[in-house]
Every structure is written in structure tokens, then in C-alpha cells.
């Protein structure tokens, strides 16, 4: 049975630091791209950084640009999103993703990260 499972979320002021894990089981990881959504109440989920299963190649929304670093072992089936300088407007549920090469998609139930001082 295929899990994935997020966790690290909590309660940081703004400029603070937090590091999100997603640890997986029974997927195609080495393979799968994988990647870290987030979601505020009443709009939709949104793309926050993705890695790709080959050379590692990433990518970010905007928002996060220089403040978040999305990064995987492979040799635990667990990718990682650090996120750093931390704003109120981050606050949101993150989930992660996981794109199996043949189509096979993946989502966890999610962490909350509330950024308030």
C-alpha cells in the first residue's frame, strides 16, 4: 500500500526557519518526480517547488524563490522542503506529491505551517 506521509510543520515567526520531510513507502521514488504543494483555506493548491528524478532538476513558484530549497534522499524514499525567511503569507496546509513516471500520482494528508509572531 503506497503512503506518503508529511511532517515538520508548526507554529515559527516571520524570518524563522522550518524543514519540511516527506518520507514515502511502496512508490516508485528514485523515480518519481516529487514535489511540495500548499493549499490556504478556500483557494486552491498550489505548486510550491518541484524535483525531478533524473539529474535532481528544480523548480519554484515565484513566492519562494531564493527563500526555499526542495531537495531528496533517495536512499530513504524522503524529499525535504527548507524553507527559510519565513513570511505571514506562507502560512498554509503543505502537502507532498509524487508523479510516478508511469502516471501513478500520490498525495499526503498534509502539514500545517503558520508563520505568526
Not at 1 to 22: D, F, K
Not at 37 to 47: A, H, I
Not at 77 to 93: G, I, K, R, Y
Not at 99 to 105: K, Q
Request: charged share 20%; glycine share 10%; net charge negative.
Amino acid at each position: 500500500q503506497e503512503h506518503i506521509e508529511e511532517s515538520g510543520g508548526g507554529l515559527v515567526q516571520p524570518g524563522g526557519s522550518l524543514r519540511l520531510s516527506c518520507v514515502t513507502s511502496a512508490i516508485l521514488f528514485s523515480r518519481s518526480t516529487m514535489s511540495w504543494y500548499r493549499q490556504v483555506p478556500g483557494k486552491e493548491r498550489k505548486l510550491v517547488a518541484s524535483i525531478d528524478s533524473d539529474v535532481g532538476g528544480t523548480s519554484y513558484a515565484d513566492s519562494v524563490k531564493g527563500r526555499f530549497t526542495i531537495f531528496r534522499d533517495d536512499s530513504k524514499d524522503t524529499v525535504f522542503l527548507q524553507m527559510s525567511n519565513l513570511l505571514p503569507e506562507d502560512t498554509a496546509v503543505y502537502y507532498c506529491h509524487a508523479a510516478e513516471p508511469e502516471g501513478l500520482e500520490f498525495w499526503g494528508r498534509g502539514t500545517q505551517v503558520t508563520v505568526s509572531s
